[in-house]
């Protein structure tokens, strides 16, 4: 991977303690050589995620202003990736951001919930209008909680098999985005892949990776920041996928070995140099 000179608009949450969204996007995006412009969507104190009670700042009246400060000085943006957005709102905003960098690679991760349930941020009103948002995007990430919010079906409760795996990711861009990447996905063979899409290509990818019995928060970003700096970097998407999978399998599989308390996140911290590497992974097969 050689190294970029990319910036990117990264329209997220800053938890302040937790190791997610901004908080683990800009280290390792800079990691890559690629420059993060943060836009934040909503400060908070720590994620939501088991911490008791939040202190948030709500930051929508913010986003809009940046935007047009930005085209004022003449900036440009390789890449517009978006995540948390904590009102409908924000989907106005991020829709401005894309129009205004029709060049940019414009991924999306539609962060609305995990293990079949939305988050108690995601409205209704959120989860009707990601879709608008999703029709303008390159590439989107979605677990399969939010497969199932995007496409109108049940949670899947059980493996899928490579049949109804295609069948999503298919599914899913006919919503728009010409690229897919579903996160976390238990198949019928007994692994657990990351699942990709090439609609231009007609191909499908998958990158495995081992079980670990625990879960940490920000991982989903980790994957998605991964997955864009190297898509900036000249990575195809099996070898973009292949790289993000494999770091954040690092990352878990560091702080499983700590045993810190998983509703820190990972340690992110010793795992960051693994993405100064220039490597091509090929931890991928055809799905």
Known sequence: MQKSHSRVAAIHDLSGFGRCSLSVIMPALSAMGVQVCAVPTAILSTHTGGMGDVEMRDLTDYIS????HYQRLGLEFDGIYSGFLSNEAQIDH????????????????PVMGDHGKP??????????RMRELVREAGIITPNLTEVSIL????YPQGPLTTSQTKS????????????VVITGVNLMSG?????????????????DCQYVPVAYPGTGDL???VL???????DSLPLAISRATAFVELCIKTTYGYGTDPRFGVLLEHSLPWLTRDQILTGYQAL
């Open 168 to 179: 999503y990711l298919a599914r899913l861009g006919e919503l728009g985005p010409a690229q």
């Open 94 to 109: 991020c829709l401005e951001f894309l129009e205004a960098y029709p060049k940019a690679l414009h991924v999306v991760d």
């Open 191 to 207: 692994v657990i892949s990351n699942v990709g899409y090439d609609r231009d290509r007609n191909a499908y990818w998958r990158a």
């Open 228 to 234: 864009t700096g190297g898509l900036l970097s000249g």
């Open 65 to 68: 202003g940046a935007l047009e």
């Open 119 to 128: 988050y108690r941020t995601c409205t209704a009103d959120i989860r009707r």
């Open 151 to 154: 496409l109108g079906i049940d």
């Open 223 to 225: 994957f998605a920041a």
